[in-house]
DNA sequence: CATGAATGAGCCTTCATTCAT
DNA sequence: AATGAATGAAGGCTCATTCAT
């Protein structure tokens, strides 16, 4: 794919080059975020970028392998919020949770193009991405996973609850208010939007963890 | 947009006529929510319905208003089977919602296709069928907010809640849960589906409605 | 690689269609044989032919389909040719060699583009068209094979003879003639060539079989 | 064309830079015999030399003065090879020619790639090389018709024979059979391609020249 | 002397659409 | 009511060439 990988394996990437790329990257999630991959041309990729379509060809193959690269470059970012949402010093499950699910929201609203041009994608099986797609959801839904099976451990959860299912409950109720925020009332206050969320959990978690009360 | 309807407007459509039309209707679904709307061409469409290419034309008029149609198609299929989703004996919200989400993954079982395409649509902003597809969702998510309204109303959510967030909460959950179920475990019985996701709306509902308990 | 033949595979080709294919060989054959297949475009070949581009794909697939569709077109007109090179009551292989021969003088001086294009492609063994035109060559060089073997059997050549070698060499040694009388040359009468020919195959079948002698 | 020679025209080549020439000189002759000149890019080129594209341009000033410039290289290589072929103590002129053909087959087998290339332009009258090409091909055929003039002048030949012609088809002979001893059976021995050429040649010079004749 | 990132013209190909039959 | 041959605009991709380093 990468010419420059094939002739000289471990010659670090020019600088110039990176920042071509990370052009290329920016303009294509906002493109592709709104129009769709099928409707984005190359053509207005570069041209948004600033460079010429050939760029494109040299520095990622092809339009389909930036989109690949697009969606690994996203799952970085992703994978980073995650990592740092729940603090070091945090035992408890049930708060672990709501940060959790707060920093899904952050994410989104920081990298909401990022976040529509996934969900778009998410859901056509016969797509070339589907792999890649699936890989970065299962990676996220698994942290929700692995703190439901910890409270569940706790006795804090109904014990015949399928936290796989419930996993992909929460990250579903997550996304689409997320997005719906984005789409319908972005000068919300992130906070409301969290609020909501963290009440219709709270029932769920069967007690009270909510980060607003005192 | 339908030809015949334009020069003999009360003439009934022939049967032959709705046939193809049905047909057409079954290969773009399923072709269309595998791939997308861009990647599938009307040649696709026509080879997979049996018929020319032309006759796609004939009875459409074009790529786009197939689509159109189909998604009203789609359309009248949820509005149906949400309208049928509540007995009309039913006067507790509580139960009239587990009801609804028990409808919607039933739908969605169903019409698999047809959820995925609409699905897969809803984020694009910029797309010309933007406006149909958020009328969709606003109408079923309507049913859901109506009801915990009346829930509301009757005191038994918080009074702070909002509604519409919340409404679009649970859809998102259904519909994420749901295609989940389709795409991965095709084979559970959707009573499992169901069942898990009336435990996570029973704490939201702070009290027991679940049609599993006796 | 024919749709038609996909959806419809025994429906005779309409006429139409038949007329427009007959069109495209005709320029391709004489673009391509003045400069070659990389240098000519497809854009070229339907202006010429007075058709547009796209009816190149609908009828052949694409620019390399089209080519091997007019190889196989012109091994067509060349097998016909030399079947019908020597007349049924001969039957002296000698006097039969020098009329395929002539034959073959003929036809290059008659598809002169198809010959020049032919021999440009016969030496590069990488091109995906090297099976083809080997079965041409193949074809056309085993008619003189069989012709030198039966005059080996009658005792009119060194028994040592390697005929499929030697068939190789009348084969080049007519092409090449009869290509640069054409090039350089193509006010000469076909019957100076022609006579030069068997000049020099007559000394080689160790006796006078020419057809200029009385 | 060589930048170096126009700003310092007696300087000689460095012996860095004649080796990148024919590190270049050998990539391009193989691609280009096995795949066409216009099938074979200058990043093929450039890769299989071992350096950077630039270099090519660097040297050649582009890539059809790259062509340019191994043409001539392989007709070099030609003439000093048809120059050696006919000993000095050699006056016989069908002797001469004999060995004429015999230098030819070998000259192919040791520089095939470069005769296909060449074999494989020579019929396209509309390309920018065919003066090239067509200079090359008039020297080498020359030797053969001024053979075959001097035998006609000793009334070896009938003295009708247009030696024009004659020399195109010997010539035209020679190229196909080792070309194709190169293509189908690379593993016979140059003798015996030789010696069946020779068979065909003597009936024709009238006379037994055959060097396998004591 | 050599490099490799960038360029953009030109090409092959796809595909929604038209229309005569 | 349906067909399929033809169209041409639009898009993805290749590649010879340039140039700053």
Redesign the interface.
């Known amino acids: 794919m990468d010419r420059m990988s094939v002739?000289t394996p471990n010659r670090p990437m020019s600088s110039r080059r990176e920042a071509t790329r990370k052009r290329l990257f920016e303009a294509a999630v906002t493109l592709i975020?709104?129009?769709?991959?099928?409707?984005t041309s190359v053509d207005e990729i570069a041209e948004r970028a600033g460079v010429a379509k050939g760029t494109v060809y040299y520095n990622f193959g092809g339009k389909s392998e930036l989109y690949t690269a697009l969606m690994e470059w996203g799952v970085t970012r992703l994978a980073d919020t995650l990592r740092d949402a729940v603090p070091s010093a945090e035992t408890d499950p049930g708060r672990a949770l709501v940060a959790v699910l707060r920093a899904g929201v952050e994410f989104i609203g920081e990298h909401e193009a990022l976040a529509?041009l996934l969900?778009?994608?998410?859901?056509?099986?016969?797509?070339v991405w589907y792999t890649t797609i699936r890989h970065i959801r299962t990676k996220a839904i698994g942290v929700v996973i692995e703190l439901l099976d910890a409270l569940a451990e706790a006795g804090r959860l109904?014990p015949?609850?399928?936290t796989g299912?419930?996993g992909?409950?929460?990250?579903?109720?997550?996304?689409?208010?997320a997005?719906?925020?984005r789409?319908l009332q972005p000068d919300r206050p992130v906070e409301?939007?969290h609020a909501?969320?963290t009440?219709?959990v709270?029932?769920?978690?069967?007690t009270t963890v909510s980060p607003m009360d005192p």
Request: hydrophobic content about 45%; cysteine-free.
């Open positions: 002739s975020s709104e129009q769709g991959y099928g409707a529509r969900m778009a994608e998410t859901w056509r099986t016969h797509q109904r015949d609850l399928d299912l419930a992909s409950a929460l990250f579903g109720m997550v996304v689409t208010v997005l719906d925020w789409t409301e939007i909501t969320l009440h219709m709270d029932g769920f978690l069967g």
